[in-house]
Nanobody, 125 residues
Framework: VQLQASGGGLVQAGGSLRLTCTYTGRRFSRYFMGWFRQAPGKEREFVSTINWDSGIPFYEDSVKGRFIISRDKVEKTVYLQMNSLKPEDTAIYYC???????????????????WGQGTEVTVSS
């Protein structure tokens, strides 16, 4: 499995960005694709993930109501629409994929086996 992420950039607070991640390779049962982020000096943290088959999304509390994750099965792509961005959203965003997960594992960094290269998001105040 290979993941290719794109869409980061510099935006003012209150603005929007859309991240895109496309995968190639095999897909597993109970497959999740998600987004994590890592700010300077901090650990990588969960942002959002989506169950590939059902389309059910999961969000970290601080992004609920602002970010929307979606997937296109045909294009093998997951999107993260980020609205009402705040300076604290500044980080490198990584897409990730894993198979065989149960819901309780889906928010955990260590559950994901495949990672994209990261795309930088900077939100200015």
């Amino acid at each position: 499995v290979q993941l290719q992420a794109s869409g980061g950039g510099l935006v003012q607070a209150g603005g929007s960005l859309r991240l895109t991640c496309t995968y190639t390779g095999r897909r597993f049962s109970r497959y999740f694709m998600g987004w994590f982020r890592q700010a300077p000096g901090k650990e990588r943290e969960f942002v959002s993930t989506i169950n590939w088959d059902s389309g059910i999304p999961f969000y970290e509390d601080s992004v609920k109501g602002r970010f929307i994750i979606s997937r296109d099965k045909v294009e093998k792509t997951v999107y993260l629409q980020m609205n009402s961005l705040k300076p604290e959203d500044t980080a490198i965003y990584y897409c990730a994929a894993a198979g065989g997960l149960i819901i309780s594992q889906a928010r955990v960094v260590g559950s994901y086996d495949y990672w994209g290269q990261g795309t930088e998001v900077t939100v200015s105040s």
